[in-house]
């Protein structure tokens, strides 16, 4: 793990954890600090394009953009897999509201069919729908290149 001096974020290597037994270790030692302690890292080595990294940033973006009533259309709320946007202040740390939005990401799977006994988190819909073209397909390809 390397650190800037300008910056506060670890700098992990992935290709490590393809690496020795001890380059392994270590891997995994300074992704548990910095996930635990810090919160964040930057992953270099992962193997993902920089212009599909570039592309969903762009996306994002945009996203981020769009008026408060789009984004809503997406809410987390709506999803069964807790996938979608949160807007700011939405969500609380120690009692505190987080003063940041969000769009979860994950693994894209079937939802669960519905049915009147099943609980309410299971009925909501697919947080896909309605979203900015380009931003589902790219997002897509990128958690499938990210696993």
Known sequence: MSTNPGLALPI??????????TDRSAFLSQLRYAAREIG????INHGINPDLQQAVQDEARSFFALPDDEKQQVAMIHSPHFRGYNRAASELTRGQPDWREQFDLGAERQ??????YA????????PT???????NSNRRFYSGKAK
């Not at 609980?119 to 697919?126: E, G, I, L, V």
């Open 119 to 126: 609980p309410a988190w299971r009925r909501f819909r697919d």
């Open 111 to 116: 939802a669960l069919p519905p049915d009147e």
């Open 12 to 21: 992990l290597d992935l290709s490590q954890l393809n690496g020795s037994e």
């Open 40 to 43: 964040f890292f930057y992953l």
């Open 129 to 135: 729908s309605g979203q900015p073209p380009g931003l």
